[in-house]
């Protein structure tokens, strides 16, 4: 399976200049669903998102829109491209659970290493390790089995609301609604202070995935909203997708 995937640059001032390149407008076009009730579906460790989608960056009270191809499974499995107007895209980023490796044709770079938060900043616009980037935009957290528990009893609206710890350590805190669909998120340090937010709507019929899905920071005020396109869950098979092959010739660039 291919799918071409190129987003980002190095460093983030790069990315945002790639957007003022890239950018295309369009209302998204969710998988088609038979709508009814329903318990939220989250996605599962058999399955993978394979999507389009628009991205819109807000930093430092600038918007940057750009169209991107992407496939996340979970736990921590990310493909991801930029797909330009017109012209060849010139950016390839994968990530497992093991390595990250991202690839840029024109300059000849091919850059591997651990999938850290810290290295995935060089190429995404956010401080995220690879399973919680995969986790906040699937809205598919581990919950109820895994590393959560749950706090309080139902709201007014049937809603609850449960925590976890993040990998770095941090508590992320998420509201779900009657329907266990996350709601929003809030993620905290150690010492109580706000690190980001996220926020769901327009999930589909059958309650798989949120239509969009914006994140924010709180220190820097960047804000990052995703409106899925096109998109389709499917059975995981080989992961041989999420590790780009390195090309002959080419720099190789470690990040560790």
Known sequence: MTLRCRIGIKVIPVLLLAALVCACAGKAVRE????????????????????TAQIDLLADEKRYPLRVAL???????LRLEVLPVIGTPDFFLSATPDDLRAFFPSRGEFYTGKPTADHLTHFLPWGLSVEDAVFLLTGAFPFPE???SFAGKRDAAGGRRAQRKDTTGNTQIIWMDREGRPDKVICLSADGADIYSAGYADYDGANRLAGKITLRWAKSGASVTVRYADWKIEPAADTAVFSLPYPPGVKIISLD
């Open 32 to 51: 088609e669903k038979t709508p009814g009730p329903g318990l939220f579906r989250p996605l599962t460790m058999t399955e993978r998102l394979v999507a």
């Open 146 to 148: 895994e590393n959560f």
């Open 71 to 77: 496939i996340l499974q979970r736990p921590a499995y």
